[in-house]
């Protein structure tokens, strides 16, 4: 990648700024804070921020886990069995479809104000994008080479662990980097609704700094909840670099 295509984004980053800024400074400071703003707040409040995004973070990765797990598992079952298949992709898909600010209210009488709620929250929010990266993959395997595997004499688990699985690697972890984010949305919204602020998570900060009109606060919180999406994609994108890279990459970069 040549210098002028390295720096374009951080250009077009400057202007966001710069834009965000001068919109800041045209309305009320009740309304909107300024980057500047913004920056003194998370200096500010640092230590809590620091915390806030360990608690929400864990929880956006041990959801991401979950729902990781629990996609391969049902991929796996759906691409087995044309039965199960047609049984339950419209109750996964249900679980797509409801808002998750709906469900997180129960997710509190069921399992208490706390971690839980938000790691689940998460999971909730993750889950179809690892499902369907791993339905459609599984399903992608190159025919002639599952017959190769089957005149062998593979088993089904031995064709699933030696083609399927590695032929799906792309098709997964492209619904790993969406769900990656939207993990810590989850964990957020389930931070909304269930925490009590011991430990403080970044979705407790947003609603105490939103009561007492603190913006800059409010702003800082989610920033540093982008910075943990973010952070998630590149480790996505790291993981992707190591295991197929070397022969799925996008050569035409």
Same mark, same amino acid.
């Given at each position: 990648m040549s210098l002028p295509d390295r720096l374009l984004p951080v250009a077009v980053g400057v202007a966001l700024l710069g834009a965000w800024? =001068?919109?800041?400074?045209?309305? &009320? &400071?009740?309304?909107?804070? =300024? &980057?500047? $703003?913004?920056?003194?707040a998370m200096a500010d409040h640092a230590p809590t921020l620091l915390t806030a995004a360990g608690t929400t973070g864990t929880a956006a990765l041990a959801g991401l886990g979950i729902a990781?797990?629990?996609? @391969?598992?049902? =991929?796996?079952?759906?691409?087995? #069995?044309?039965?199960? $298949?047609?049984?339950?992709? &419209?109750?996964?898909?249900?679980v797509q479809t409801v808002p998750v600010i709906a469900i997180a209210p129960l997710l509190v009488v069921w399992l208490d104000y706390g971690w839980w709620v938000s790691t689940v929250s998460a999971a909730i929010v993750s889950f179809f994008p690892l499902l369907t990266g791993a339905h459609v993959g599984l399903r992608a395997t190159d025919p002639d080479q599952l017959a190769l595997l089957r005149l062998y004499g593979a088993s089904p688990l031995q064709q699933l662990r030696l083609l399927?699985?590695?032929a799906a690697l792309p098709h997964i972890l492209a619904g790993l980097r969406t769900a990656g984010g @939207? #993990?810590?949305?989850?964990?957020?919204? =389930?931070?909304f609704v269930g925490s009590n602020g011991q430990p403080p998570s970044l979705g407790f900060v947003v609603l105490k700094a939103a009561a007492s009109a603190d913006v800059a606060r409010s702003f800082a919180a989610v920033v540093v909840s982008a910075i943990l999406a973010l952070a998630l994609f590149g480790l996505t994108r790291a993981l992707e670099a190591h295991t197929i890279g070397a022969w799925h990459g996008d050569r035409s970069r």
């Open positions: 800024q =001068g919109l800041a400074s045209a309305l &009320p &400071p009740f309304l909107m804070a =300024g &980057p500047l $703003e913004v920056g003194a990781t797990l629990a996609g @391969l598992l049902l =991929g796996a079952l759906f691409t087995a #069995s044309r039965t199960a $298949e047609r049984a339950l992709y &419209p109750y996964a898909l249900l399927r699985l590695p @939207l #993990s810590v949305i989850g964990a957020v919204v =389930g931070d």
